[in-house]
């Protein structure tokens, strides 16, 4: 249970961080701080129930790197917004390929 | 609740907080370093040795250099005065919200303590290898794309 509570704050927290800050890299470190929590409340979820041990280490390690690949595509298009003079999420008013 | 669990917790709660607290970039930064770290030693406790292992060499050795080099190229420290500043209610009572429907929604599903348990290496490569064979390949193609999509963004905003 503590662990849900724990869990559930960190992506309550990142939430929060993702709705306030206007900043692209605040917003990106935010969305983590959500994907960090949803890991562990499945790292927590097999600890407690103690089924499959393997396949729920290879699941989570498959998450982390869809939260790898997020934040490169993220700090990608970032590079790019910032060379368009544009940092925060306020700044972006259009989207064009 | 150990005292070790209570601990890893604190740690990564003060880490989440000063993501969303702190005012400057670099601080951010570093909060969320002690989140990540946080997060690898909670995987530690619950006997995921190689997550943790695996969260410290992705995350806190890679994705925390990434952000790194994304703030010296935007080539700010600091955020606008504005920005942040102003408690939000409404993002409060939003947030709040979904994280205590979770909570409610996984209430039952979740036992009481969590015990570690620990999963070794060989546990993780035989089911990665096995019964998620379909899905890890599916990820090195993910990966594959992202890497080509974020060259592909760049080299864009060169070209132009």
Redesign the interface.
Known sequence: MNSLILACTLVSIGIYGVLTRKELVAVLASIEVMLGGAQLLLAAYVAGTGAAAGSAQGITILVLSVGGAEAAVGLALLVALVRRGRTRTDQIEEVRG | ?TLL?AAL?AL??VG??C??VARE?TR??LG?GV??LG?AG??AY???E??AV??LF??VG??LV??L???T??G?DR??RD??RAF?IS??V???S???A??VA??T????????????V???G???LG??LP??EL?GL??L???A???A??G??ERR
């Open positions: 609740m669990w917790a990564t709660l989440a907080v993501v969303i970039m951010m930064l969320l989140f990540l997060v909670l995987y619950y006997g995921f190689l997550l695996a969260e992705v995350y890679g994705v990434l952000f080099f994304a703030i190229a935007i700010r955020e606008g920005i942040g939000d993002a409060l939003v947030s709040g979904v994280g205590a979770v909570a996984l209430w599903a979740l036992p009481a303590n969590e015990a570690a348990i620990g999963a070794t060989e546990k993780a035989t089911a990665l019964s998620l899905q890890f990820v993910l990966l794309a992202a890497l999509a974020a060259l963004v760049v864009g905003g």
